[in-house]
Every structure is written in structure tokens, then in C-alpha cells.
């Protein structure tokens, strides 16, 4: 099946630094999910999108689509330790009705105190 | 609360059984979904469903069976057949057919084998 190319694949920073991670496809979204997954739990949605171009916040979390509907970026601001996880962007294709998702494989975060 | 639940939260499996993941959710969604995720890979779907009393195959159906007879009930049945189960199981559910609503996820089942 289809996946989305995420990156960087893992990220070990310092606490109070700002986190960038990407997703890109060759396939144009309809909609970009961002979750995190702490270990052994379920993704939990941190952010959606649903235009293109459109740039949504949740507290230290932006995330943006993409104008050309293929790639989407989450940025984290000041991180602190809790942000440590596993972050997922997922995405709808354009020609889907079925509502399901392609899932990057996943940007391990971990922060030093 | 509303929400997706997944039992159990551990499971051993002998060679040659047959294990069955339940997986409830009281959200009134009308699509449910199972994924598989091992260690550094995305999450890869399993089956789905948009509706009760049909589903379909998703990327990795094989080893794989499920049913859906209740809309707030879609259990994954991992057969035999599977001949490499160890894995973290996913089951997602979203609402309105599945267009543009974002899939929310229960806490998973770790199967392993025995």
C-alpha cells in the first residue's frame, strides 16, 4: 500500500527547542491528520486540516497544508519533556470515499531535560 | 465517557490458535478500522468497515478475519494462518461515512506468541 514519506525519522533535542517534522507525498490529500502516540497507547489527533494552505494551531502545535495538497509540517514551539512520543501524520486521498488513511511512519521525538 | 475500547490489552497466542481482539466503541460512528503496527513502521490497515454487515480488505488482509454485525462492535480475528502476529493491533473509528473526519484510535492490544 501507499505511505507517506515522513522525516526526519527520529529527533533527540534539548528542552525549550522548537521541533520541525514533515510530511510528502506524490498524491494529492484531501485532508492531513496529525497524532501522537505515547508507548504502549493509541494515536491521539493533535491537529486536522482541510484546505489547502490552511494553518491551524493547538497550543505549542502548528501544522499546515500544503498549497499543492501534497505535504503538510507540524512545528512544535518550546518543547518540554512531555512532548516525548511518536508523531503520525496521516492522510486522505482525494479520490477516497472510504474515509481510510495512509500513515507516515513516524517521527520518534525524545527531549532532554 | 465516549469512546473506543480495546480488550485485552495483552494477548498470547499458541501455534496453531486462533485469537480474538474485541474492539467496542460508544461514539455512534458508522466506520471502523484495524491496523497493525510493528516497531518503526507506520500503521498499516488490517480491515474496515463503513457499515454494518460489510467491511473490506485492507493492505494486509491475509491471516485476517473479521465481522461486523453490531455498528459499535468490530472484532479482529487473528487466524492461523498469520505466521508472524507479534504486533501492536489499532482499532479506529470515524464518524459520517469516513469523509474528512479524523479516525480516532482505542489504546490497542499487544499480541504476542507463545
Known amino acids: 500500500g501507499q505511505q507517506l514519506n515522513q522525516s526526519p525519522q527520529s529527533m533527540f533535542i534539548q528542552e525549550g527547542e522548537d521541533v520541525s517534522m514533515n510530511c510528502t507525498s506524490s498524491s494529492i490529500f484531501n485532508t492531513w491528520l496529525w497524532y501522537k502516540q505515547d508507548p504502549g497507547e493509541g494515536p491521539v489527533l493533535l491537529i486536522a486540516l482541510y484546505k489547502a494552505g490552511e494553518l491551524t494551531s493547538n497550543g505549542r502545535l502548528t501544522a499546515q497544508f500544503g498549497i499543492t495538497r501534497k505535504d503538510s509540517f507540524l512545528n512544535i514551539s518550546a518543547s518540554i519533556p512531555s512532548d516525548v512520543g511518536i508523531y503520525f501524520c496521516?492522510?486522505?486521498?482525494?479520490?477516497?470515499?472510504?474515509?481510510?488513511?495512509?500513515f507516515g511512519q513516524g517521527t520518534t521525538l525524545q527531549v532532554k531535560p | 465517557d465516549g469512546g473506543i475500547t480495546q480488550s485485552p490489552k495483552y494477548l498470547f497466542r499458541k501455534e496453531g490458535q486462533n485469537v480474538t481482539l474485541s474492539c467496542e466503541q460508544n461514539l455512534n460512528h458508522d466506520a471502523m478500522y484495524w491496523y497493525r503496527q510493528d516497531p518503526g513502521q507506520g500503521l498499516r490497515l488490517i480491515y474496515y468497515?463503513?457499515?454494518?454487515?460489510?467491511?473490506q480488505k485492507g493492505d494486509i488482509a491475509e491471516g485476517y478475519s473479521v465481522s461486523r454485525e453490531k455498528k459499535e462492535s468490530f472484532p479482529l480475528t487473528v487466524t492461523s494462518a498469520q505466521k508472524n502476529p507479534t504486533a501492536f493491533y489499532l482499532c479506529?473509528?470515524?464518524?459520517?461515512?469516513?469523509?474528512?473526519?479524523?479516525?480516532?484510535f482505542g489504546d490497542g492490544t499487544r499480541l504476542s506468541i507463545l
Open positions: 479506529a473509528s470515524t464518524g459520517v461515512e469516513g469523509r474528512n473526519q479524523p479516525q480516532h
Open positions: 468497515s463503513q457499515i454494518v454487515n460489510d467491511f
Open positions: 496521516a492522510g486522505q486521498l482525494v479520490a477516497s470515499n472510504t474515509g481510510k488513511l495512509i
